[in-house]
């Protein structure tokens, strides 16, 4: 059973950064692409970035190309996703997703998830 659960939101200042990590299960990150999600209220879900094999770049939202960066580690199951100079904006409900066979980018903008997490909030405010 493929089973995703995420950690290390909360509220942080404009300007600061988390790390968020998801940690898989019932299946390794080498036969799954995983991708990183957010909600706001109100919004529809945007897909922030998605990872692969080391032989594929990374995919980035255009909202956040530059400040996130993504990254995994095969031998813990666990992929990371680094948030250094956040916005308000960027205040939503975290989800982490596991996708078999799939581009990064298809991932991100047309998603067909087989497993998503619980999410984790991340509150951008002063």
């Known amino acids: 059973q493929l089973q995703l659960v995420e950690s290390g939101g909360g509220l942080v200042q404009p300007g600061g950064s988390l790390t968020l990590s998801c940690t898989a299960s019932g299946f390794t990150l080498d036969e799954y692409r995983i991708g990183w999600f957010r909600q706001a209220p109100g919004k529809e879900r945007e897909g922030v970035s998605c990872?692969?094999?080391?032989?594929?770049?990374?995919f980035y939202a255009e909202s956040v190309a530059g400040r996130f960066s993504i990254s995994r580690d095969v031998a813990k199951n666990t992929v990371y996703l680094r948030m250094n100079k956040l916005k308000p904006e960027d205040t939503a409900v975290y989800y982490c997703a596991a996708e078999y066979y799939t581009t990064v980018a298809s991932m991100c903008v047309t998603p067909n998830v087989d497993a998503w997490g619980q999410g984790t909030q991340v509150t951008v405010s002063s």
């Open positions: 990872i692969g094999d080391t032989e594929s770049q990374p």
